[in-house]
């Protein structure tokens, strides 16, 4: 601290020299030290803005990641529905299989007096299908011999043999009918 009494008081040009002296170098590095502190005002200043536009850039990236969180959780949510749906139908054509598989058995069970199955049945049944006269299921018979008898290179026996029940049990209705 100065003591400007002392000063005012000098009697010394020497005194007086030395006190401006130390009042010249006193008010450089008060100078010196404003710069500094304009320096780093100015540096605070300019890291407080880079800080605040990192922070709004970290809040647009915030805003954005949750709208793409929120989009792929409505996603997955219709995903996990379809997904659902699709357990949901499988398990109906499953039980709905059950119950074809079980008609299917008592049907073979009851005609197994017949020599052959309600499977065969069923599949030679659909070879004469739409023969509804006796012209028409001659015709369909030949056909069928020709293509499944078992001289040709794509016979079958078994088939053969069912071909020709299905077609005499056939024609025996016909003949009952007319």
Not at 60 to 83: C, G, H, N, P
Not at 109 to 116: A, H, I, L, W, Y
Not at 133 to 145: F, I, Q
Not at 161 to 172: K, Q, T
Request: proline residues 1%; contains cysteine; hydrophobic residues 30%.
């Amino acid at each position: 601290m100065i003591d400007w009494e002392d000063i005012a008081g000098a009697e010394d040009m020497e005194e007086l020299r030395e006190a401006k002296v130390w009042l010249f170098q006193e008010n450089i590095r008060l100078e010196n030290e404003r710069r500094e502190l304009e320096a780093s005002r100015e540096k605070f200043t300019n890291e407080r803005v880079q800080f605040r536009r990192e922070l709004d850039e970290l809040n647009r990236r915030t805003v954005q990641e949750r709208k793409r969180l929120k989009e792929e959780s409505l996603f997955m949510e219709k995903k996990l529905a379809i997904l659902q749906d699709g357990f949901r139908q499988l398990d109906e054509d499953r039980r709905s299989l059950e119950r074809q598989r079980k008609a299917l058995e008592e049907r073979t069970s009851r005609t197994r007096g017949e020599g052959f199955s309600a499977i065969e049945e069923e599949s030679v049944g659909i070879f004469f299908r739409g023969a509804n006269n006796p012209l028409a299921l001659r015709k369909r018979y030949r056909d069928l011999v020709k293509i499944f008898h078992p001289d040709n290179i794509s016979g079958d026996e078994e088939l053969a043999r069912c071909i020709n029940r299905e077609y005499m049990r056939r024609r025996s209705r016909e003949e009952e009918n007319n």
